[in-house]
């Protein structure tokens, strides 16, 4: 079972940036849904963002939408979220998911509906 990577968390001061990647190993990469979710402490597992690789179609929670910005690097196997005017609300472990088969647009946020996972990436928002 192909290992997702995610790479590029770490801590930032509010306001500031911190860029994401998510590499999907092997050669389905190109017919993947890339999602991004986050988990706090005492929080459920929220979804912030997906992608359609195929379709280049993408999708954003409300909490982040006009702020965080997915897209993907097909010479790579990697998408990217730009996480761009952080908030200490967004402070977290975030995770990104595969799923290499079809997926209805509404569902692209529901942890549920992906069955690759990496280990996470944390994320940390304070001045």
């Known amino acids: 079972e192909e290992v997702l990577v995610e790479s590029g968390g770490g801590s930032v001061q509010p306001g500031g940036s911190l860029r994401l990647a998510c590499t999907v190993p092997?050669?389905?990469?190109?017919?993947?849904?890339i999602g991004w979710f986050r988990q706090s402490p005492g929080k459920e597992r929220e979804g912030v963002a997906g992608?359609?690789?195929?379709?280049?179609?993408?999708y954003y929670a409300d909490s982040v939408k006009g702020r965080f910005t997915i897209s993907q690097d097909n010479a790579k196997n990697t998408a990217i979220l730009e996480l761009n005017s952080v908030n200490p609300d967004d402070t977290g472990m975030y995770y990104c998911?595969?799923?290499?088969?079809?997926?209805?647009?509404?569902?692209?946020?529901?942890?549920?509906?992906?069955?690759?996972w990496g280990r996470g990436t944390q994320v940390t928002v304070s001045s």
């Open positions: 992608i359609y690789i195929a379709g280049r179609k993408s």
């Open positions: 998911a595969a799923q290499f088969g079809p997926m209805n647009a509404d569902r692209t946020l529901m942890s549920d509906e992906y069955d690759h």
């Open positions: 092997g050669d389905r990469y190109l017919h993947s849904i």
